[in-house]
């Protein structure tokens, strides 16, 4: 679990909104890009990220969209 505190600071790399811990992942708020939780530490990388379903590259999603 990742601390609160870590949390608030912590945003999407493409759309610099908030991200929610769920299931091992965090998760950004207006996309539903997944980045993995290894080991207690997230990792917030774009080659690691998990694309939300239906997607099939990053380009596609909403934060990408926004910029």
Known sequence: MIE???LEILRCPIGKV???EENNFLVCTRC???FPIKDGIP???LDEAV???GVKH???IKC???Q
């Open 4 to 6: 609160q505190a870590l």
């Open 18 to 20: 908030k991200l929610k």
């Open 32 to 34: 539903g890009l997944k």
């Open 43 to 45: 990792v917030i990388l």
């Open 51 to 53: 694309l939300p379903e």
């Open 58 to 60: 990053i380009s596609e």
């Open 64 to 66: 990408a969209k926004k």
